[in-house]
């Protein structure tokens, strides 16, 4: 029997209005905050509402990096994540937190652009790098001229990153000083298809065996044109499906003494980065949450079942309420952490306490939405399956929700089950 050839299968448009964005803030958690912080907020929501929500399920459906994007986030200010870059404006951490939850609840794979591009590649590289290393790539990162990459997981240390097993030795090369990387990286955001990669390696002796290895984790700025690097992008994701991670190969690659960051030189420069960054995943959990809970309530009202909208009925309000209760308790958190955080009073674990609390949140209130549209909320066009499928990468990146839970046991207990 002949059966018809397979044919490319285009998004369909959503079945009910789900796209009048509004505040939703229950407890006015954000509602006194400085006008120059909420401008930045509503430029942000702005920019979801003009920019990516018209496009961005082609891009999650085809895989494709949207890359038109990228330029015009930098246009906005928005890719270097609030990162400090000289010239531009200081953003606060609660205005940038906004900007995060506005930019997730449109869609997770470009708040993931801006986290790996500012949050992870630029900050290294801000907090860590020489002074001629910050004048040579921060301002074109926040232009969106060079893509950076942040290298830390390999394939056999995901969650035991501090374990990893890619070496940096000193050597000379054609008269040149420098280093040679040897490793494998996994999951690379931006590590296939950017510029510059940050790589974290063990600095251990080199070939002459002199003792000039410190067996500390370093850090390296790597062009990816770099001889001997490969990035391989991995393919058959079914979360963050509009950016690239990617498997990387380094073979002997050599870079200069100028490409290590000298204020990187053992993990807590690396822990460093990612605590300023876990918070900012917080925040982009309560923006999934918030897009799933306002398109079950949009849904809800709009659909009609029995006679009547779903919304009329007593369960369905019921779940309503649970969803924005939920969200309402991560807005809360978030916006007290962050404000910890701006008085530099946020301690790791309270960190860790934003991205175990909200991205749990995220989750619930996503499957919830999800079966609240029935059939239609497993249509791309209606935007929850998107969310509910990119929150299982939050849920797993920048430290599993099992490795924040026992961040926290250990602080409550005093006892590390870590070792
Ligand atoms: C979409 C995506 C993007 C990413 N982007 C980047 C990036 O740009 N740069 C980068 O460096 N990394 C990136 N990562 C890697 C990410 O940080 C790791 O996936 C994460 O740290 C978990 O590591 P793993 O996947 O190896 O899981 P594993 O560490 O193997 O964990 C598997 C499971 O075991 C649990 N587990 C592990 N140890 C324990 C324990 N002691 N007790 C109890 N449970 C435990 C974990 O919580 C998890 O549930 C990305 C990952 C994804 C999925």
């Known amino acids: 029997m002949s059966r018809p050839a397979p044919t490319q299968i285009g998004v369909t448009a959503p079945d009910y209005d789900l796209s009048a964005p509004s505040d939703v803030d229950y ?26 929500l018209p496009v961005i399920d082609g891009y999650w459906e085809r895989a494709e990096v949207p890359f038109d994007l990228v330029k015009k986030l930098a246009e906005h200010d928005l890719l270097r994540d609030g990162v400090d870059v000289a010239g531009r404006p200081t953003v606060s951490l609660m205005a940038e937190g906004l900007a995060s939850m506005e930019i997730s609840r449109g869609d997770g794979s470009v708040a993931t652009i801006c986290g790996v591009q500012g949050g992870l590649a630029l900050r290294s590289i801000v907090m860590h790098g020489s002074p001629e290393q910050v004048e040579q790539y921060a301002e074109p990162m926040a232009r969106g001229e060079i893509l950076g990459a ?4 390999e394939p056999t240390h995901g969650s035991d990153s501090v374990s990893l097993e890619t070496t940096a030795r000193r050597t ?11 490793g494998e990286k996994k999951w690379i955001g931006f590590g296939s298809c950017g510029d510059i990669t940050v790589v974290w390696a063990r600095l251990v002796d080199s ?10 984790v370093h850090g390296f700025i790597v062009p990816q044109d770099a001889p001997g690097y490969t990035g391989t992008t991995i393919e058959g994701k079914m979360s963050l499906r509009a950016i690239w991670q990617a498997h990387i190969e380094l073979d002997d690659v050599f870079v200069p003494a100028d490409a290590a960051l000298p204020g990187a030189t053992s993990f ?13 995943v917080a925040w982009s959990a309560v923006g999934h949450a918030v897009a799933c809970y306002e398109a079950a309530l949009a849904y809800s009202t709009q659909r009609v079942q029995f006679g009547k909208p779903l919304a009329a009925r007593q369960m369905v309000q019921e779940r309503l309420t649970r969803m924005l209760s939920t969200v309402t308790q991560m807005q809360l958190l978030v916006g007290r952490l962050t404000e910890l955080a701006e008085a530099g009073e946020l301690t790791g674990e309270q960190a860790s306490l934003a ?28 935007r929850v399956a998107r969310h509910f499928a990119d929150i299982e990468a939050l849920h ?15 602080d409550l207990t005093g006892i590390s089950s870590f070792a």
């Open 355 to 382: 991205k175990y609390t909200c991205t749990r949140g995220a989750r619930e209130v996503a499957s919830i939405a999800r079966d609240m549209l029935g059939g239609n909320g497993i249509l791309l066009g209606n």
């Open 27 to 52: 407890a006015r958690a954000f509602a006194d905050v400085a006008p120059e912080v909420r401008e930045h907020q509503l430029r942000a929501r702005r920019f979801v509402q003009d920019e990516v």
């Open 207 to 216: 070939a002459e065996g002199a003792g000039d290895g410190d067996g500390q």
């Open 172 to 182: 000379v090369r054609d008269g040149v000083e420098g280093y040679v990387l040897d």
């Open 268 to 280: 807590k420069a690396t822990s460093a980065v990612l605590f300023a960054t876990r918070l900012t």
């Open 150 to 153: 942040f290298a830390l997981t």
């Open 396 to 410: 797993t990146y920048e430290g599993t929700e099992s490795m924040n839970a026992l961040i926290i046991g250990r």
